[in-house]
Nanobody
Framework: QAQLAESGGGLVQPGGSLRLSCAAS????????IGWFHQAPGEVREGVSC???????YYVDSVKGRFTISRDNAKNAVYLQMNSLKPEDTGVYYC??????????????WGQGTQVTVSS
């Protein structure tokens, strides 16, 4: 069964770092664009970063310079390194896969999400 699974969330102080993982099983991520999405409490889910299928990264302005997306084809996983975290980064982070060059829906697969809480 093809699926995505996120991990790596947790509680961190402002200015801290976390590394989120998005592991695929049942299919290869290599030909997919992989998006990371953030859903803050009470808000809609929004895209924050994308790994295009050709390996190029994309970031929204609010995370540029703080977040880094990467892919490990051998491990069939995509990562989101989050540095200089802010309280507004709090929320559930999801990864999703679409068999296109860029991150645009509809996505074929979604993970279950991982909670990130940035608080002192």
């Amino acid at each position: 069964q093809a699926q995505l699974a996120e991990s790596g969330g947790g509680l961190v102080q402002p200015g801290g770092s976390l590394r989120l993982s998005c592991a695929a099983s049942g299919f290869s991520l290599e030909t997919y664009a992989i998006g990371w999405f953030h859903q803050a409490p009470g808000e809609v889910r929004e895209g924050v970063s994308c790994m295009f299928s050709d390996g190029s990264p994309y970031y929204v302005d609010s995370v540029k310079g703080r977040f880094t997306i990467s892919r490990d084809n051998a491990k069939n996983a995509v990562y989101l390194q989050m540095n200089s975290l802010k309280p507004e980064d709090t929320g559930v982070y999801y990864c999703a896969a679409v068999m296109k060059r860029v991150c645009e829906g509809p996505y074929a697969y979604w993970g279950q999400g991982t909670q990130v809480t940035v608080s002192s």
